[in-house]
């Protein structure tokens, strides 16, 4: 079963995500952090992410596996290093960059062969799992997503900073010749901006169950 999550930055689709494949015994994965992975790793070779075609031979030469919801690039855990300033001012353009998607797309596809999983980003629902027997929109207004964002890194970026770039990065996700973000037809559509993540969590766990339960009538 593939339960397909959409939505824009700052939605907490990655920790309803893993709450729920938790909950389910699912394999998580979460497609933004394969683009994070490659900028991270193209970055660190001393190259220019704006180079996109480099951006791609960089992802072709290193092998990218998960391994409890971690990114691994040749076996070894990255995962806390796609979090950066640094990663976080181009991976939406870099991500925007059509052969790339269809590089990550498929491997996606070939990880998620014969398994349960929850898969997160943002085309999820619409190009790459579009037969998906389950699809969710996470949604919620753009000063919610900034306050959430500015709460968890305090340190960092002041709030009306934050709230341009979540603005700025719909725009770019929203207007991508390939994988533009956008609501499928068929999505169990939910705005977290007022619920709790445990809310979030059960109205798609409800989702799930009455699915496998429609199976197994």
């Not at 907490?12 to 494949?21: F, L, N, R, V």
């Not at 391994?67 to 971690?70: A, E, I, K, V």
């Given at each position: 079963m593939v339960v397909a999550i959409d939505g824009p930055a700052g939605v907490?689709?990655?920790?309803?995500?893993?709450?729920?494949?938790k909950e389910c015994g699912f394999y998580y994965l979460n497609s933004g952090s394969f683009y994070r992975a490659y900028t991270y790793l193209h970055l660190s070779e001393g190259k220019d992410p704006m180079d996109l075609p480099s951006v791609l031979e960089t992802a072709k030469a290193h092998v990218l596996s998960v391994?409890?919801?971690?990114i691994q690039v040749e076996g070894k855990d990255i995962e806390d290093k796609l979090h950066t300033a640094q990663v976080d001012s181009v991976v939406a353009q870099v991500s925007a960059y059509a052969p790339l998607r269809s590089h990550v797309n498929d491997q996606l596809k070939v990880i998620a062969k014969d398994m349960d999983v929850v898969v997160e980003g943002r085309d999820i629902t619409t190009v790459v799992f579009p037969d998906a027997e389950l699809k969710c929109y996470f949604d919620a207004n753009a000063e919610v997503r900034a306050e959430r964002r500015f709460r968890q890194h305090p340190d960092g970026q002041d709030y009306e900073s934050v709230l341009k770039s979540i603005i700025e990065r719909d725009k770019i996700d929203k207007n991508k010749a390939v994988g533009a973000l956008q609501v499928a037809s068929d999505a169990l559509y939910i705005d977290t901006s007022y619920l709790t993540m445990v809310q979030v969590c059960e109205k798609v766990l409800s989702a799930i169950f009455a699915l496998k339960g429609e199976v197994n009538r």
């Open positions: 907490g689709k990655s920790s309803i995500a893993k709450m729920i494949a391994s409890d919801g971690h």
